[in-house]
């Protein structure tokens, strides 16, 4: 490779550096054992490291996960007095960004070259129409895309105040498209396939787009609505327009062929620590399905509040949530959510976090938390058939609600003082041959595991339980949130399909997108792991509300959704993205939504037109 022989390794006596030319960079010694060194390398790919690695004396190993390789230097004398110095190579030519500003990039886009047609559509007349299944989803969608590709009614500078409209008066609105002999796409034809509306985990995303430059309709081919509802927005995408009603597609011919990379790509949003009304959630699965995220997760209880009303245990809300008139979810609003999510190809999980962050429950059912002694955190007392027969009721009532096949139930952070403190709790467990804390775990789970299969769904956990070490039925799912991505590895050897979350946590709020863009979220090179099925980014409460969460969750969440789908040739480099995340922001501040700037470190626009 090109990049092997740009690199060089020097070994210099501190006596005589002036041997080393300027061009060469001090690698600054790092402790990992007594006789190696630490290079950062330019890349991660690991044919790439292997290669570097195999040309250079002394190189002991690299590592994928940190982009570095390791060098032995036993033998060269004294340590003390030697440094490493490597010669850093220019980074090899980005691909030309794209005249459109799309996001997440397709798997494969092509499009012509400087001599490039740009199409016009007539504000009046273009139209997007449905050539092949019918479906009320489809036609839901197709009549959302007619307003969302042409977000600028005719006359919209009437709307401005007259400063502006006598600044537009003198300066005349620069019409980009064809200023002589335009030629007009006339439509869209959007032909799905087959009738599958099949929501779930799998379900065939792909889609192809073909935009012709000879004024015959443009082409949205995909087998299901989900395929063509992500197409919808990939093509809404391609359309530039102005603030005089104009509008066109650059550089066309242009075609695409796309699919995402994983089957789960999600965020989480909560709703206990501080509780988000029903239209801010849509807001969030409106601004989730404009960068082609798939799963909602919900979670809709904690120690805070107990947020949803329940019919089968009113208590839990009317003594649980903050305020049971104006913070609580009926099942009707749910069922709408879960409806307007569908329409938009998004499931919705719903996460009820138990045996621990349950004080909410025992507010109103204290019997469930069993013993007074059980402390400092209450939990559900797992030694009472009462505990199970009630979240056996409850959980009725859910799967009557939420028709996704998962049901989380969190587990995380499971205070075992609580058991451990329990002399009934004790007592039981000795009765029943249960000498550890985590075989007491290992109960927990196979309880409501037991309950939630029964009602043919699939139990969703945080990893804790299996990082505690509790013997786990093989199909739970699994979200890692406190470990490494190197676990992933260890629990889907277990047979666990497992969603990667914790590199992705929202509520660290002053981590900008770019520090989540560059997270290596596989191992690049290495074969597809079947059960790593994707990941998501959670948005803890305890600093958002209805007031700020779309900000504070956006762009930040769209820069994650490419890792999601797109593929790795995509170059995950920030400064060389950012005008095509900025784009997308400022598309969605024309679409009404209060996305918040990408940041000052990018000489894009950094201005958007309010509509």
Known sequence: METVGLLLILFCAIGHQHVCADTWKIIPRMDNGPSHDIMTAPTNDVDTLKALCLSMEYCAGFSTAFATLKFDLTGLGEQDNTMLYVRVPSPPPLPTPPPFNLWPMPANLTYAGDNSLNLTLNSKSFVIQSAGVQSTRLDNAIARYSKLVLPVPPGSDAHRDAGAARRAAVLK??????????????????????????????????????????????????NTVWGAIRGLETFSQLVQFDWASNYWIPSAPVSIQDFPRFAYRGAMVDTARHFLPIPVIENVIDLLSFAKFNVLHIHISDGQSFPFESETFPLLWQKGSFDPIRAVHSREDYLGLVEYAADRGIRVIPEFDIPGHADSWFLGYPFLAGSSNCSPVALFDPTLESTFDFLDKFLAEIVDIFPDKVIHLGCDEVVFDCWNNSAPIRAWMQEHGISTLGEMETYWVARIHQIVSSYNRTLMLWNDPFSNGA????????????????QIDNITSHGHPTVFAGAFYLDSVGAQWNAFYSQIIADIGRPPNPLYIGGETPMWGEYVDGTNIQPAMFPRATAIGELFWSPDAVPKIAMYQAHRLEGWRCRMRARGYDVAPCGTFTNTSLYCNPL
């Open 173 to 222: 609105p620069v019409n980009k498209a064809p200023a002589s002999s335009p030629v007009y796409l006339p439509s869209l034809s959007v032909n799905v396939k087959t009738s599958d509306e099949t929501l779930a985990l799998g379900m065939d995303e792909s889609y192809s787009l073909d935009v012709p430059a000879t004024g015959q309709p443009a082409v949205l081919t995909a």
């Open 471 to 486: 013997t786990l039925p093989p199909d739970i799912n699994i979200e890692l949130w406190n470990a490494n991505l190197q």
